[in-house]
């Protein structure tokens, strides 16, 4: 009976090990398209298409690119500051906002967490926002406007930050911090947060791709172009290329050298060095991102 089992068990491993190896080629596959179109030469991108070795290697795209190394480092500086500080915020925040919530002995949860819950299906608009964080908090042009808005704090983290606490810190455990005298903020900071690193972790994960990845507050509330992030300013160049591959009277006074350009190949150039610093990172927060959502998972 033992065997039979035995053998059943390795039949579902190889079954499981198939499938993850088939959902790992096809996040890796697409990355490695990605690289391999950026250092292909543009022409033969052009009349064969992507494939998964270039037949002839060029780094006309990263050449470009290197022209801007100057706004690129830049750029890479103002995202990293607010990736880290609006990290930061977001994990000192949420936390504060969330772990109230969860407590059944707060009177007002129900009504906070419907608020809470109420921006995660219904906003203001645009409009509304950009007027708001304008005219009333005067953020235009500088880096808090590419921190605040929409991505500091949102209710779908508030509830799973809520959720985790809920479900996983014992209440037992408050009620005898409060026995040995504790007050509110000392459970909070010795006793809650030590206990919630993964889903501190897991949030951190989210918020951080986030602001690695946001365009939208730069393309609203930035005008200056020493300020632009790394996405504002990747875009930017995207359409610079574009505009002088298309234009008639760009053309004309490049001549042949215009029409060459990589307007291709620097696509995916430009897409390579968005997603190269955040393909480093993400191991070193692996194992706390799968822990806090395998906790939930199991705890949900």
Not at 12 to 24: D, E, G, N, P, T
Not at 48 to 54: D, Q
Not at 232 to 255: E, K, M, P
Request: proline letters at 4%.
């Amino acid at each position: 009976m033992s065997n039979v089992l035995g053998r059943g068990e390795k039949i579902f491993q190889v079954i499981i090990h198939i499938i993850l190896i088939f959902m790992a080629a096809c996040a890796i596959i697409p990355v490695w398209v990605l690289v391999a179109g950026s250092i292909t030469n543009e022409q033969e991108l052009i009349l064969s298409g992507y494939s998964f070795i270039p037949g002839s290697i060029s780094w006309d795209a990263y050449k470009y690119l290197f022209f801007k190394a100057a706004d690129i480092v830049r750029s890479y500086g103002i995202t990293v500051f607010i990736t880290v500080v609006g990290t930061a915020l977001s994990l000192v925040i949420t936390p504060l906002l969330a772990y109230p919530l969860s407590r059944k002995d707060f009177k007002a949860r129900n009504v906070i967490s419907f608020i809470v819950f109420f921006t995660m299906l219904f906003n203001g608009g645009i409009v509304p926002s950009y007027i708001m964080w304008t005219q009333i908090f005067h953020i235009k042009n500088t880096v808090w406007a590419l921190i605040f808005p929409g991505l500091l704090m949102n209710g779908f983290n508030v509830i799973l930050m809520k959720n985790y606490f809920s479900q996983n810190i014992p209440v037992e455990l408050i009620e005898a911090a409060k026995v040995d005298g504790a007050g509110e903020f000392l459970i909070f900071g010795k006793v809650i947060l030590p206990l919630s690193l993964p889903i501190m972790a897991t949030v951190g994960l989210f918020v951080g791709i986030g602001y690695w990845n946001d365009w939208t507050n730069g393309l609203y509330y930035v005008t200056q172009p020493q300020l632009y992030s790394l996405q504002n300013l990747l875009n930017r160049i995207l359409q610079d290329v574009q505009f002088l591959s298309s234009s008639t009277l760009a053309q004309a006074a490049g001549g042949a050298a215009m029409t060459q350009m990589p307007s291709v190949s620097i696509r995916m150039a430009i897409s390579v060095v968005g997603i190269l610093p955040i393909m480093v990172l993400y191991p070193f927060f692996q194992k706390y991102f799968v822990k806090g959502i395998a906790v939930g998972a199991v705890k949900g």
